[in-house]
Structure formats: C-alpha cells, structure tokens
C-alpha cells in the first residue's frame, strides 16, 4: 500500500535552470495539493489539482511556476529559470473527498530543492 | 481572508510533563485536521475533528475541537521525546494551515 511518491528528494539547479518536481498520490486519490515550506516555517499552499484540472492556483507565483495533473501519470510542479528565493522543501499531498467533505492529506516526503 | 493561528510558536518540557497547543481562527471551519512533522519529513495526519465540541484520543494525544467549530486544541499528557516535532492545524475550505506549534520534549 503505497503512500505518496515524491521524486526526486533532492534536487540541486543553477540559477536560470529548469526544476521538475514528481508527485505520484496514492492509489485511488484523484486530489493533488502541492506546498512549499521554507525552514522554521509552516506549509504555504500552492495549488490544488483534479486530474486534468487546476482547483485552485491562488497560491502559486504568477511567473516562472507551473502544475499539471495528467490523466496519465504523475502530478507535475515546474519551476522555470529558478532563482535562489525558490530553494526550499516542496511538499505534495493527496487526497480522496471522503463523505464528510473533509479533506484530509497525506504528505510525500518532499523534494528539497537547492539553487546554487 | 481566513486564518489559523498557532500557540505557543516553540515549546519545550520535560519528559512526563502535560501540555496544550491551540489553533485558533476567526472563521468557522467545517472540519480540522493535525499533523505532525519531522525534520526531513512530509506531515503525518494525526487526526480529523469535524463536528462542534468533538474530542478525540488517540493514545496519549486528546484533540479538541470548538463547539463553534472555530478552534481546536491538543492536550498532551505524560510528553515523551518521541513526541517532539512541528504540530501543524489545517482547515479545509481553502485549505488553510497555521504555522505550527514546534514541540521539543527533553528527556
């Protein structure tokens, strides 16, 4: 029974480079939420994906960042030309919508990023 | 805009004593849930409150949430250094999480 698969755990970029950050949620969630967490610091939402669908984007930056969610494979969080204010832990989660409506997560691992 | 506040922001006891944590809002959720973070680590789920007054035990862990359904509260009791970590509150609806309680237990 698989949790959440976060790849890579650790990803090192230059400034102006591409970041590709993987996210398979758990078997039979079609919810993928996506947050950053800087360190000393709580979890700040990103955006939150249904499958071929963007939810919600309220908290991703308008330039440089992106997010799908395929119908086929994993969810995608895409940061383009990063710059060092980008290092920092991204963390996704899924999710059912259980019969109460409450939405319950279940965190990755996350992907540590690092901008030299 | 809705928010969770957490009290206190850092704490640290010792082994065996009992403790409580807030999460507090202006705006009524219709469920909460807490986690606990490890370094390194995702947040794990701890548990769900969803109805006005619920609590909920899990182990030495008892989870509170306001009959307003506008705060929740963990109590510890007896804390062990296996319990130190980031405990974190979310709501739903814009799923909201507060900046999380940091918890350090000596031992």
């Known amino acids: 029974n698989a949790g959440v698969m976060q790849n890579p755990r650790h990803l090192v970029r230059r400034r102006g480079q591409e970041a590709r950050l993987r996210c398979s949620p758990m078997?039979?969630?079609?919810?993928v939420y996506w947050y950053r967490q800087l360190p000393e610091e709580g979890l700040k939402f990103m955006v939150y994906?249904?499958?071929?669908?963007?939810?919600?984007e309220s908290g991703m930056p308008k330039e440089r960042f992106s997010a799908e969610f395929p119908k086929e494979g994993p969810s995608i969080l895409r940061i383009q030309q990063v710059v060092r204010g980008d290092s920092a832990a991204y963390f996704c989660?899924?999710?059912?919508?259980?019969?109460?409506?409450?939405?319950?997560?279940?965190f990755g691992p996350g992907t540590r990023l690092t901008v030299t | 805009t809705q928010l969770l506040e957490q009290s206190p922001q850092f704490l640290s006891i010792q082994e065996g004593e009992n403790l409580t944590v807030y999460c507090n809002s202006s705006?009524?959720?219709?469920?909460l849930q807490w986690y606990r973070q490890e370094p390194g680590e995702g947040p794990v789920l701890l548990v769900t409150v969803v109805t006005g007054g619920e609590v909920k035990k899990l182990k030495r862990l008892t989870f509170q949430f306001g009959d307003a359904r506008k705060d929740s509260s963990l109590h510890i009791t007896a804390a062990q250094p296996g319990d130190t970590g980031l405990y974190l509150c979310a709501g739903d609806d814009k799923i909201i999480f507060g900046k999380g309680t940091r918890l350090h237990i000596l031992p």
């Open positions: 078997k039979g969630h079609s919810h």
């Open positions: 994906l249904q499958k071929e669908n963007i939810i919600d």
């Open positions: 705006s009524v959720f219709s469920s």
């Open positions: 989660a899924s999710s059912p919508l259980s019969f109460t409506g409450s939405y319950e997560q279940y």
